[in-house]
T-cell receptor, first 110, second 111 residues
């Protein structure tokens, strides 16, 4: 079973920042937080991951709380192409299988 | 940027027939995976493969399924005798530094 809790859906206006929350209250000290997304019928796409510190790449930022029990994925300037299902995943081994939950369906509104 | 490729994009078969789904992982990756997604449902893990052997498999991956890396580039999933419930999108993935990269998928339709 997935170890994370995410809202089933969210809306965001185009051009605004999309902030997607994730709760992972039972996360262990050696587990990473990963974010993937799946645009309709395509293969899942890696976005970002982190252990303790906040992370940023060309796609998004990941903010992890100090107690590591929750995190937020931030898409700084959402576009219509960011409409997708976003999955927050915790994993121990870096090459472990991914267990996908139901994710958050993000709708970007024009 | 390198990407995982899969062929065919769509496979239609009769129940009881064998199918082979093909994947070309990213060339310097060492870990390979197959997942499936039944229409409207979650993406489900099937099997992981490392160093020319299965490292983990799920309950779904029964004796009807097998995987192979026949040469240095291809990674295949074989279903020996397809069932109606095998109809799904099948995704291949390969991994480096903790990041899994997924292919575009093969849509398998079993009639």
């Amino acid at each position: 079973d997935a170890k994370t809790t995410q809202p089933p859906s969210m809306d965001c206006a185009e051009g605004r920042a999309a902030n997607l929350p994730c709760n992972h209250s039972t996360i262990s000290g050696n587990e990473y937080v990963y974010w993937y997304r799946q645009i309709h019928s395509q293969g899942p796409q890696y976005i970002i991951h982190g252990l303790k510190n906040n992370e940023t790449n060309e796609m998004a930022s990941l903010i992890i709380t100090e107690d590591r029990k929750s995190s937020t994925l931030i898409l700084p300037h959402a576009t219509l192409r960011d409409t997708a299902v976003y999955y927050c995943i915790v994993r121990v081994g870096r090459d472990d299988k991914i267990i996908f939950g139901k994710g958050t369906r993000l709708h970007i509104l024009p | 940027e390198p990407e995982v490729t899969q062929t065919p994009s769509h496979q239609v078969t009769q129940m009881g027939q064998e199918v082979i789904l093909r994947c070309v992982p990213i060339s310097n990756h060492l870990y390979f995976y197959w997942y499936r997604q039944i229409l409207g449902q979650k993406v489900e893990f099937l099997v992981s493969f490392y160093n020319n052997e299965i490292s983990e498999k799920s309950e779904i991956f029964d004796d009807q399924f097998s995987v192979e890396r026949p040469d240095g580039s291809n990674f295949t999933l074989k279903i020996r005798s397809t069932k109606l419930e095998d109809s799904a999108m099948y995704f291949c993935a390969s991994s480096t530094e903790g990041r899994q990269f997924f292919g575009p998928g093969t849509r398998l339709t079993v009639l």
